[in-house]
């Protein structure tokens, strides 16, 4: 049978038999796919060490008669010592990898594993706000899924002007002219930049943690639109 090699970030583990696990990553070439770790909770097992969580790896794997895959060797190639190290960190991290495998399938995209990789390396660094990087983390994923909210014009096709005042229409995903409105030209070009500008940039803006906090309850409800929650 033909071995396949691939990047791999493991996204859940489950035990299997006496001494087995079957693990769900995702790669870069080989969309989402399970394994059947053989052995891997036995002390001595050379699988253990690169099926863990909050890692990058180097994995190889063979088909199966089925759709579980056998691995055949698993190496950690980086593994994220700054999230496991902080509660707070690592409990975003976990919602990260339960929203990916919810939304995920076998045969997607590569920007799914490039989304969760630099997610990671967001949460790895401790100058990165946890907050900004969930939220970024929830838009680049509604985005990935083919839900990108309308940010340029409102639903009319009418360009955002500088000094009005918008509500956010979940329906059509799109803005709406309001003299009320609870949204800010320079709240809508938050959004933009997260969709459009990597973590470490976004450290730039002024004030980060008080824009992050008003749009928050927009981008919560737009993720727990297209995201299932159980």
């Not at 050379?46 to 890692?55: P, R, T």
């Not at 055949?72 to 190290?85: G, Q």
């Not at 949204?183 to 809508?188: E, V």
């Amino acid at each position: 049978m033909k071995k396949i090699v691939t990047s791999a970030i493991v996204l859940s583990r489950i035990n299997f038999g006496e001494a087995d696990k079957i693990v769900t990553f995702i790669t870069p070439s080989s969309g989402k796919l399970s394994c059947i770790a053989r052995g891997a909770r036995k002390i001595k097992s050379k699988l253990a060490g690169g099926i863990e969580l909050f890692s990058v790896n180097i994995i190889s794997y063979i088909e199966g008669k089925g759709d579980i895959k056998t691995l055949v060797s698993s190496k950690m190639e980086t593994s994220y010592h700054a999230i496991i190290s902080d509660y707070h960190r690592t409990e975003v991290a976990y919602r990260v990898l339960q929203a990916l495998n919810k939304v995920t399938h076998e045969d997607c995209g590569p920007e799914f594993y490039e989304l969760l990789s630099q997610t990671l390396n967001g949460l790895a660094d401790k100058n990165c706000p946890i907050e900004l990087v969930w939220e970024w983390f929830m838009m680049r994923l509604v985005d990935c899924m083919g839900h990108r909210p309308l940010l340029v014009t409102t639903n009319n096709g009418e360009k955002l002007l500088p000094n009005e005042r918008y509500d956010f229409d979940y329906a059509t995903m799109s803005f709406v002219a309001s003299e009320q409105g609870s949204y800010a030209p320079n709240d809508i070009k938050f959004l933009r930049l997260l969709l459009e500008t990597d973590i470490q940039h976004l450290l730039r803006i002024h004030s980060v943690d008080v824009v992050v906090q008003r749009a928050k309850p927009l981008i919560s409800t737009v993720f727990q639109q297209f995201v299932p929650q159980n």
